[in-house]
T-cell receptor
Framework: SQKIEQNSEALNIQEGKTATLTCNYT??????LQWYRQDPGRGPVFLLL?????KEKRKERLKVTFDTTLKQSLFHITASQPADSATYLC????????????FGSGTRLQVQP | KAGVTQTPRYLIKTRGQQVTLSCSPI?????VSWYQQTPGQGLQFLFE???????NKGNFPGRFSGRQFSNSRSEMNVSTLELGDSALYLC?????????????FGEGSRLTVL
């Protein structure tokens, strides 16, 4: 069956450290993978998009890797801050013809000061 | 630029009733998507509209429907409400010129079915 798995347990780290979040999927062949941030009671906010032929993407303190062989994406936040505390969602887009995104359940990140 | 606006933000209905939710996309965006978010199932795709046409549809029963108007505003309707329809309904807009790129989400409409 098709699955997208993100760490269901919260990730607690100290301020200044690098947070690494994992997104694993099975029986999907996504053309694109996106990461979103969601705060309680708010809608998700787009962070990064990476294509299947890209290995890595960076934006400021954020880095995303995409390994289509392992069927895994890693999302890194360097020099983390308490303001980075939120739930992070990965989302797969299967092909350019379908706009629908398939979301993982999200990982809650808590950055301790 | 104003963001995606959803109304109402909160509503309570009883089983068997119907509900209509509204979404105003970012100015210039022609694609509107709808998602349902529940604690158990997470975010699930409902449908996407582009230039008043449904472009994609998720795996939801026919009780869930939507439409898009010529000004890109969109509505979704759920008929014969069930307890399991209680959820946060999120609307997202995008420029829609291509089928990739980021989605801009609204704050959602939280529906409670009693």
């Amino acid at each position: 069956s098709q699955k997208i798995e993100q760490n269901s347990e919260a990730l607690n780290i100290q301020e200044g450290k690098t947070a690494t979040l994992t997104c694993n999927y099975t029986n999907y062949s996504p053309a694109y993978l996106q990461w979103y941030r969601q705060d309680p009671g708010r809608g998700p906010v787009f962070l990064l998009l990476i294509r299947e032929n890209e290995k890595e993407k960076r934006k400021e303190r954020l880095k995303v890797t995409f390994d289509t062989t392992l069927k895994q994406s890693l999302f890194h936040i360097t020099a983390s801050q308490p303001a980075d505390s939120a739930t992070y969602l990965c989302a797969l887009q299967m092909d350019t013809g379908r706009r629908a995104l398939t979301f993982g359940s999200g990982t809650r990140l808590q950055v301790q000061p | 630029k104003a963001g995606v606006t959803q109304t109402p933000r909160y509503l309570i209905k009883t089983r068997g009733q119907q509900v209509t939710l509204s979404c105003s996309p970012i100015s210039g965006h022609r694609s509107v998507s709808w998602y349902q978010q529940t604690p158990g199932q997470g975010l699930q795709f409902l449908f996407e509209y582009f230039s008043e046409t449904q472009r994609n549809k998720g795996n939801f029963p026919g009780r869930f429907s939507g439409r898009q108007f010529s000004n890109s505003r969109s509505e979704m309707n759920v008929s014969t409400l069930e307890l399991g329809d209680s959820a946060l309904y999120l609307c997202a807009s995008s420029e829609g010129a291509t089928n990739t790129g980021e989605l801009f989400f609204g704050e959602g409409s939280r529906l409670t079915v009693l």
